[in-house]
């Protein structure tokens, strides 16, 4: 696990001294992700002119020597290779290749193994045959190009720009930043996205000139092209949609236990390889289904304890530390927990935002960038268990969803949406009330609570025009680019519209969405960003292959029926936990944002919604934020994944500022 950086200058104009200069600025922007060790590799042209370069931060997890350090150059000469992630089956890449000639080896590096294998086969063919997490920057002297890849499942990022003729890459955008005079303008369409989502999804960043790799891409680009300033098009590498498809044309035929033995086999398998590390490693508990899967199954194939850290909220319906502790006793770990509560939320705040290079407004980033400082203290290396929800049905439109749907879809579209229209313009404190006085008449799921707030959701949904609107609809909030000033670029996610799914039922489509999605553009952003912060590796088993296809071949109802999802896992789990310990309400990983809104956190609040705060950012429009923050804080209305969303914008822009501000003074 490390971090890179680095650049292709076709106009040849740097020398070595200044090309070592800007990529040591651009390392050490990064240095959290790689502080064991920093590298860097420049090439010259005939003439001695400097045309490209990369930087390397090493965090130490397999081969600590020095044998493992990067940029490394491929023993043909051709290639030098600038890689940030873990490749788990390189044990038997290596030995595949040894069987075809290769001998000599410097150490026993995962870098290495996939650099051989690229000198012989190619990114692509490489890459594809891996189990892991990368993102890679291969430097090739022969095409005088570069090419950048990202895995799978997007666990490791990567950003790329032309910037005044030439190309910029790096694991995150402040790499970029380090460039002099790099200062592209913010984009609307990202802002509105984050509004929109609480995310920016790639290819998007917050920079207009600047893009994400998607996952499963990668991209060749030459010097002419950068002297041409026209880039191609990513390439995939790894076609997730045509792999569930493949894998629902071969059906698992067997029964539940049947599926349940084959989940475990292909999990343990994966949690094994994942297992592998020449430093101390350790589990990210928080009690539910998917990481105390993944810890049960870490515990049986260790000697010793393991290491599980988690943490309490201490507030009803968000704390799931005694869970977490449950669970800890009955496997024998060694468990530690650590309670967040108000006052340690806003000793934290003023540097959260800073920490993510780019907006981002997940609530949970905060308590998952504490665990992992706390278990930085212990470990080096920490799996959890992201991913499994979408691969198995674990969010509540994956099961609920349909049949909303379904009920919608028996009204004609000009009913729905003028229906829609209708419900979303009664205040929500006034449809609460009038669910109050229903009483028993009212539906169970809007009898008490934030029934207001619910049904303005489903006034939302009822304007879906398709499948795909709709589930869209599911993840954004409705009418949420209305505090911006410029809303006109909304932004899109991914679509699932792709006509090979057209026979995929709603929760198997709805599922590959999240996947394409929420999975790499919000979880696996936040526990990156969080977790490198500190120098953390975290490792998620869920995300390989073999359990992906497996997963796909499942029938849905091993997955999920009516009312519950994870089927098969929880069958898997209660072979290794009580069912008492671990059968409840999904409870996630957020903070009560909405309460300590209205409480501890509302001067803070105040002090980046204020109306002088807002004109200094001049990208809302003051009125409607001020009108959705009296809204909230009078308890009118629950407004709180939006005001986060607000203050998280404010919060990261005044960070900018400031770093901006201490480069002119300096």
Known sequence: MCGFSGFLDPRNTLSAT?????????????????????????????????????????????????????????????????????????GELRAELETRGVEGWRGHSDTEVLLEGIARDGVAATLSRADGMFALALLDR??????????????????????????????????????????????????????????????????????????????TITAGMVANRTLPEPEVWWDMAGAAIKAQQDPFEGSMVDAVDAVEASFARSVERRMVSDVPLGSLL???????????????????????????????????????????????TTHETLMLGPDQVLSELPGIAARYDEPFSDSSQLPTYLVSRMARESVTVALSGDGGDELFAGYNRHFYGPRLWSRMQQLPNWLRVTAGRTLGSIPPNVLTSMMRAAGPLAPRELAAGRAGEKLHKLAHLMGARNRDAYHEALLGKAGATGVLKDHSGIARLVSNADPRLAGFDFASAAMLFDTANYLHDDVLTKVDRASMAVSLETRTPFLNHELFELAWRLP??????????????????YRHVPREIVDRPKAGFAMPIGRWLRGPLVDWAESHLSADALQRTDVFDVRAVRTVWDAHRTGRRDNETLLWSILMYQSWHSAQRDVALGERVA
């Open 18 to 90: 200044e090309a070592r200069v800007r990529l040591t600025a651009m390392n050490d922007t990064i240095r959290y992700r790689g502080p064991d060790g920093e590298g860097i590799a420049i090439e010259e042209n005939v003439s001695g002119a400097i045309w490209a370069g990369l930087g390397h931060r090493r965090l130490s997890i397999i081969d600590l020597s020095a044998a493992g350090a990067q940029p490394m150059e491929s023993r043909c000469g051709r290639y030098i290779i600038a890689y940030n992630g873990e490749i788990y089956n390189y």
């Open 556 to 573: 849905q109802a091993y997955k999920a029926d009516a009312v519950t999802g994870k089927l098969v896992l929880r069958e898997l789990l």
């Open 286 to 332: 928080s009690g539910g289904i998917d990481s105390t899967l993944t810890t049960a199954l870490m515990q049986r194939c260790s000697d010793a304890p393991v290491r599980t850290f988690t943490i309490g909220m201490g507030e009803e319906g968000y704390d799931e530390a005694p869970y977490a502790e449950a669970v800890a006793r009955h496997l024998g």
């Open 142 to 219: 022969q095409t005088r190009s570069i090419t950048l890849a990202r895995d799978a499942f997007g666990e490791k990022p990567l950003a790329y720009c032309l910037w005044d003729g030439v190309l910029l890459f790096g694991s995150e955008l402040r790499s970029l930043r380090a460039w002099p005079g790099f200062a592209p303008k913010e984009s609307s369409e990202a802002r509105a996205a984050l509004m929109q989502y609480g995310y920016i999804p790639a290819p998007l960043t917050i920079h207009e000139t600047v893009v994400k790799l998607p996952p499963a891409h990668l991209i």
